[in-house]
Nanobody, 128 residues
Framework: QVHLVESGGGLVQAGGSLRLSCAAS????????MGWFRQAPGKEREFVAA????????YYADSVKGRFTISGDNAKNTVYLQMNSLKPEDTAVYYC?????????????????????WGQGTQVTVSS
């Protein structure tokens, strides 16, 4: 069983920044893809970004490319999502995700149905 705990959400003005963290524990395998999804009210959970722990390669949704950066700290088993130039459209609950034996690109292509483990979510609100 893998446990994921997100933190760092909050309320910011448009153009501001936030940094989300996801601490992972109980990983039974060395090969994992980890990433972030988000879900706004009335919308489906959508892919945001992912990272391949073995190679460090990343994959981003077009909507956040150039503004968000995903990174990881292997020693701390923690994944980060640096969000810059935030827009009101970014308002959503952000969920950390992990899938064994998957690459970052595979997580993005498969979407939420391909995710094995989920965090509890953290609210991000961007005001106009």
């Amino acid at each position: 069983q893998v446990h994921l705990v997100e933190s760092g959400g909050g309320l910011v003005q448009a153009g501001g920044s936030l940094r989300l963290s996801c601490a992972a524990s109980g990983r039974p395998f060395s090969s994992y893809a980890m990433g972030w999804f988000r879900q706004a009210p009335g919308k489906e959970r959508e892919f945001v970004a992912a990272i391949n722990w073995s190679g460090g390669s990343t994959y981003y949704a077009d909507s956040v490319k150039g503004r968000f950066t995903i990174s990881g700290d292997n020693a701390k088993n923690t994944v980060y999502l640096q969000m810059n130039s935030l827009k009101p459209e970014d308002t959503a609950v952000y969920y950390c995700a992990a899938t064994q034996f998957r690459t970052a690109q595979a997580m993005g292509v498969m979407g939420h149905s391909g995710v094995r483990y989920w965090g509890q979510g953290t609210q991000v609100t961007v005001s106009s």
